[in-house]
């Protein structure tokens, strides 16, 4: 059986769900073991990007990767709002304002930091014990509350951006202006990277920019590029995953369960305190730096740890 990741660059269209239930027929098509399949993070399906997808004992896992830091690119096009805050909705509010790019960047450090922000009324979140985007939908009027979110960095996909030392001169010049032009032209749309915290909406956070520039806007794009430790550079395509199957080597693709406890600490434990703790028993007297320790019994995963001055207490043991 196989227990790991696969990171998934989900594509335009499909939901979270929806690839997990292909990445469960893929599985077959490899006749690969019955395993179980869990995703760290919901994408919306006009997003797309990183999807962590664990398999296995790193389902045990997924519940730290949902709380991960996310790394997004979005495009916010001015001059329309839509009920779902994304190109999928039906516009409710029109603007001719359209901010400059000097003014854009004047208004983007109220935004970093921690502070209140309202969810989408088209969100899965709970209004007494029904999803708000079902309420939505039925016509109710749904009032969201505000959340305590962070954004960590907010900053504009700039127009010089990849400039190069092997560019050719003249095109490096043709760019400099273009990017001189660009703080006072007034801009139909632009294309900003943040890295937020759990919770955040991006298309909450792109209505709340478009509204601190005296106009309205929407999410036109939406790209995941990291979540918690996997970026796109590890994430592969479902028809990549697909040719794999084909060839018996989708084995290949997966990352292993420790790929996501790269911040952890490893705390190398004997055959018998390895016993222990895949019973649940809490160590005493184990000499240890207190805090979060994935313990291991030389190259396999055992447990996630809390070290405290009373020894060893099991947060989420491994059956590997």
């Known amino acids: 059986m196989l227990h790991g990741w696969i990171v998934l660059d989900k594509p335009l269209g499909l939901g979270s769900t929806t690839c997990v239930s292909a990445l469960k027929r893929?599985?077959?098509?490899?006749?690969?073991?019955?395993?179980?399949?869990?995703?760290?993070?919901?994408?919306?399906?006009?997003?797309?990007?990183?999807?962590p997808i664990a398999l296995g004992e790193a389902t045990k896992l997924a519940g730290r990767m949902l709380d991960a830091t996310k790394v997004y690119d979005f495009t916010i096009k001015f001059g329309e709002q839509t009920d779902t805050l994304d190109a999928e909705g039906a516009v409710i509010a029109t603007s001719d304002v359209r901010p400059a790019g000097d003014q854009i960047e004047a208004v983007l450090p109220r935004f970093t930091g921690p502070f209140e922000q309202v969810p989408p009324a088209y969100s899965a979140l709970k209004?007494?014990?029904?999803?708000?985007?079902?309420?939505?939908?039925?016509g109710e009027e749904v009032e969201m509350r505000p959340r305590s979110v962070?954004?960590?960095?907010?900053?504009?996909?700039h127009p010089s951006e990849g400039w190069g030392p092997c560019r050719p001169e003249a095109e490096i010049l043709e760019n400099m202006d273009a990017s001189l032009r660009w703080h006072d032209e007034k801009m139909e749309e632009i294309t900003l990277s943040a890295t937020v915290s759990k919770g955040t909406y991006i298309r909450s956070l792109a209505r709340d920019i478009a509204h601190a520039l005296g106009t309205v806007g929407h999410v036109s794009y939406l790209r995941r590029t990291r979540a918690g430790p996997f970026g796109l550079e590890q994430a592969v395509s479902l028809d990549f995953l697909e040719e794999t199957a084909k060839a018996?080597?989708?084995?290949?693709?997966?990352?292993?369960?420790?790929?996501?406890?790269?911040?952890?600490?490893?705390?190398?434990?004997?055959?018998?305190?390895?016993?222990?703790?895949?019973?649940?028993?809490r160590l005493a007297g184990f000499p240890a730096t207190p805090g979060l320790q994935l313990a291991m019994l030389g190259e396999t995963p055992v447990a996630l740890v809390e070290a405290t001055a009373d020894g060893l207490k099991v947060v989420r043991g491994f059956n590997l």
């Open 26 to 51: 893929i599985l077959r098509q490899a006749s690969e073991p019955k395993t179980k399949i869990g995703h760290g993070g919901t994408l919306d399906p006009l997003a797309s990007g990183v999807l």
């Open 248 to 281: 018996r080597a989708l084995t290949r693709t997966v990352l292993p369960l420790t790929a996501a406890l790269d911040d952890i600490p490893a705390l190398p434990v004997t055959p018998d305190q390895a016993q222990l703790l895949r019973h649940g028993q």
């Open 127 to 138: 209004i007494d014990g029904k999803a708000a985007y079902a309420r939505a939908r039925a």
């Open 150 to 157: 962070t954004i960590q960095s907010l900053s504009i996909r």
